[in-house]
Each structure stands twice: as C-alpha cells, then as structure tokens.
C-alpha cells in the first residue's frame, strides 16, 4: 500500500501537487498561519537568522518566516507547489525570501551554512524521513535549530494501520505517518536535541479534508475513505475522532457530513 520505491514516490508527490497546486496552496496559505509562527517561535527564529523551508509547499512556512529572519530559502521537489510560494512572496513583498527546486533529502546547503531549517507536514510523503532529518541537521551550525511540524499516530499499530489506509486512500504520495517514539528516534539519530514539542489537533470537516487532495462525494476514493472512517467512529480505530454533524444541518436526501480532527505535532530542537 505504498510506492515501491524512493523515485516512484518522488513522482507521486510531484503528480499530487502538480495537480492539487491551486486548491492545496489556497488552503495550506490561508489555514497554516497560526501553525508557521508557533514553529517560528518555538525555534526562536530572529533577525539575524538565515533559515531554509524544505519540501516548502506553497511557502506554508517560508512566507511566515520571512517576516522573522534575515533570509530564508523556501525549497520544493514539485515546480507547480513552488511557484505558488514564488508568486506569493511577489506578492507579499518578501525580498528575503528565494525560492529553488530541490530535494529535502540532498540539501543544496553547504555545512553549517544555516542557522535553522524547518518542514512541515512533508516527512509523511517521504520514504526516509530519518535521512531528512540528518540532512537538516547538516546545513545547520552548531547550535543551530531544527523545527517539523507533521502529522503524528499513536502507538498502537492496529489504529496506525487504518489510518495509514486512511490517508494512502486519499493520497497515494502518503508514505506514513510517524508516531512519537519515531520522531524522538530520528531526532537523536541525527545528534538533534528536542527542545521543545506541543500537539495540537486542527477540526475540520471530511469533505474539506477530500476537497483539498482533489476528490468530490461522487469518486471511488471519497466513498471508500469514507466508509473506513465511519467503521472507525465506534472505537475511534483510526485516531480521526470522527462524529457525524448535527442531524438537524442534514439536507433532506443527504448523507450527514463527518467532523474529523488532524493531530499535529511541533518538534522544535537544537544541534548538539
């Protein structure tokens, strides 16, 4: 139920947000502003601070950090997403802020050469998020801070199984979500200290959820993700914490919609 291998995911990324650019950039720049400066304080950004967004999106983080640093590089392995982030920041003024196609898994940074590099909600789409994490801690000084936001899973590997299946139905780019023994693993593998870590959970409505990936009420992958979240309401199985809207708000002939809860968490840390 996942790529088979590390190309065949690049390009499932790059095809799902070639083809979602518009409506996930919309959403990701109007609803991530809270999230981009809670990581920005947690990892002190300041400015003096030369920093990197990686797998940047439509600069979910960068267009926030620019206002809080000296420069900051918002990179992408996908030229549809990242012209979002480059029109964006056009538009917003940031003079600061440059953009550039790359691969968060081979940073085109030197040693030490920043002071911090941040990501979110990307490590799920990658097939080796430790490797990202080591290259993170590279192009950062001593000292240096490192900051993920992403989605996180409990423990329990039946509730992680279907919500992978979950997720994958939705996005075929989704590789898996990571639960927080791993991220406290990869953090310490890369010789990165946790500083500091919240979670947060983000409701939202199931269709919004599928709107956003590219599906309406009438696809296969709609009525199938929807049909493994409403399995899951009785004993929350997949750590969506669905529940049905009011009966009264159903429209006569209507299926009622499901209110859902994304958990993030925000992983701020120090290079030792």
Wanted: charged share 30%; with cysteine.
């Amino acid at each position: 139920m996942c790529a088979a291998n590390d190309n065949e995911l690049k390009a499932l990324v790059r095809e799902r947000f070639t083809r979602t650019a518009e409506v996930f950039g919309d959403y990701a720049i109007a609803h991530r502003v809270r999230d981009a400066e809670l990581l920005a304080r947690m990892v002190s950004a300041g400015p003096n601070d030369r920093a990197a967004d990686l797998a940047c999106g439509p600069g979910t983080l960068a267009l926030r950090f620019a206002r809080h640093v000296r420069w900051v590089c918002a990179l992408d392995l996908t030229p549809a997403i990242l012209a979002r982030a480059r029109s964006n920041a056009i538009k917003d003024g940031l003079a600061n802020l440059v953009c550039a196609l790359g691969d968060a898994q081979a940073l085109p940074f030197g040693d030490g050469s920043l002071d911090i590099a941040v990501t979110s909600y990307s490590l799920h789409h990658i097939s080796d998020p430790a490797k990202v994490l080591r290259e993170m801690a590279r192009v950062v000084r001593p000292g240096g801070r490192v900051g993920v936001l992403d989605i996180v899973v409990p423990e329990d590997p039946k509730i992680r199984e279907l919500n992978h299946r979950i997720e994958y139905i939705r996005d075929d780019s989704h590789s898996r979500s990571l639960a927080r023994s791993d991220f406290d693993r990869i953090f310490a593998a890369a010789g990165l200290r946790i500083v500091a870590t919240e979670a947060h959970g983000h409701p939202r409505t199931f269709d919004h959820w599928m709107h956003v990936a590219g599906w309406k009420r009438t696809d296969r992958e709609y009525m199938e993700a929807r049909r493994l979240m409403e399995s899951s309401m009785m004993d929350d199985g997949a750590d969506f914490h669905p529940r049905f809207e009011p009966a009264e708000v159903v429209r006569p002939g209507e299926k009622p919609g499901i209110y859902i809860v994304n958990t993030g968490i925000y992983i701020a840390s120090e290079k030792t």
